[in-house]
């Protein structure tokens, strides 16, 4: 059972535009929720992460945004460059399962110049 | 964040071989993950390392298939044993702290190309 959902599975924006990918999960007993960025041949980079007591946080160009009551959250990429061009993965994870993660399926970012 | 290094970093083995991927961190963590992402796919967890007892595996993954080791704070190996052309992926490591975060953090990860 795919327990996070991620949609779309590719983007393509412009640079300088705003890049929105969205997740949906079903375990509500899951309390942390962090997004990751993967260039090709690398493993993947913690970006940013959420904690279901607060609806948004932002570190730099990066925003999460938090649903609790339709078990949804987003990742926001303000100004996408063409640097930003990767795949973004969300995950979530519950402390008492030992921070296992449960990844969504990945979304392909292309910006382009 | 800690520093993972994995080895190798990528081999092409033959069909019905075993390899052994290395993971080891800069300093002493208390979560160590093995993950497996095949080609354009999305990450699965393989098991838990733990250190000084048997690895908790997922569904779908036993310890004849990917035998885990972690005989300190610092280092782990999984095997991959009897290979066939489906275990071609990249298998990734990764650490973690559950306190004050879950933060996980991940190695490079190791290219298998099984012919």
């Known amino acids: 059972q795919q327990q996070v959902k991620q949609s779309p599975q590719s983007l393509i924006v412009q640079k300088g535009g705003i890049s929105i990918i969205n997740c949906a999960y079903e375990?509500?007993?899951?309390?942390?929720f962090p997004w990751y960025q993967q260039f090709p041949g690398k493993g993947p980079a913690l970006l940013i992460a959420?904690?279901?007591?607060?609806s948004e946080k932002k570190e730099g160009r990066f925003t999460i945004s938090f649903n609790k009551s339709a078990k949804q959250f987003s990742l926001h990429i303000m100004d996408s460059q063409p640097g930003d061009s990767a795949t973004y993965f969300c995950?979530?994870?519950?402390?008492?399962?030992?921070?296992?993660?449960?990844f969504g399926e990945g979304t392909q970012l292309t910006v382009n110049p | 964040s800690a520093v993972i290094s994995q080895k190798p970093s990528r081999d092409i083995c033959q069909r019905g071989t075993s390899l052994t991927i290395q993971c080891q961190v800069d300093?002493?963590?208390?979560?160590m993950f093995w993950y497996r992402q095949q080609p354009g796919q999305s990450l699965t967890l393989i098991a838990t390392?733990?250190?000084?007892?048997?690895?908790?595996?997922e569904s779908g993954f036993v310890i004849d298939k990917f035998p885990i080791s972690r005989p300190n704070l610092t280092f782990s190996t999984l095997t991959v044993s009897n290979m066939s052309p489906e275990d071609s992926s990249i298998y990734l490591c990764?650490?973690?702290?559950?306190?004050?975060?879950?933060?996980?953090?991940f190695g490079p990860g190791t290219r298998l190309t099984v012919l």
């Open positions: 990764s650490v973690g702290r559950a306190e004050p975060h879950n933060e996980q953090f």
């Open positions: 375990n509500t007993a899951f309390d942390y």
């Open positions: 959420i904690r279901p007591d607060v």
């Open positions: 995950a979530a994870s519950r402390r008492t399962s030992g921070s296992r993660l449960t």
């Open positions: 300093s002493q963590v208390t979560m």
């Open positions: 390392a733990n250190q000084g007892s048997e690895a908790t595996y």
